[in-house]
């Protein structure tokens, strides 16, 4: 059996527009850098660079891993929907419970 709830996952939200505005941060740093650069010395220039590149290939392993992680969550839920349900019942109530401790001390 296989239940969908399309309503739960607003589109506003969704995993391919964090991505996105990731990259656009991205693209952003590395325009900034680009004009910083041409005022700087060639090593540090250089040293802006790297950094950069490091930066993009983060970045594009987070995308990888999201969209991964995204998957299997998808996929557990989906073959064991009322197992989930109770255990994020669960988790609720435990972090209520702590909460409601915390508070009250």
């Known amino acids: 059996m296989e239940v ?3 309503e739960l996952i607003s589109e506003e939200s969704s995993l391919d527009k964090l991505v996105d505005e990731l990259a656009r941060v991205v693209q952003g740093a590395d325009e900034l850098a680009e004009a910083a650069s041409a005022h700087l010395p060639q090593e540090a220039s250089k040293e802006i660079r ?3 590149e490091r930066l993009k290939a983060s970045c594009t392993q987070f995308k990888e891993n ?3 992680g995204a998957a299997a969550t998808d996929k557990v839920l989906r ?3 009322y197992s989930s349900l109770g255990i ?3 988790a609720g ?3 209520a419970t702590i909460f409601h401790r915390s508070r009250g001390n």
């Open 88 to 90: 994020a019942f669960a």
């Open 50 to 52: 790297t950094c950069m």
């Open 93 to 95: 109530i435990l972090a």
């Open 4 to 6: 969908y709830y399309k």
């Open 79 to 81: 073959r064991h929907p």
């Open 66 to 68: 999201a969209l991964a």
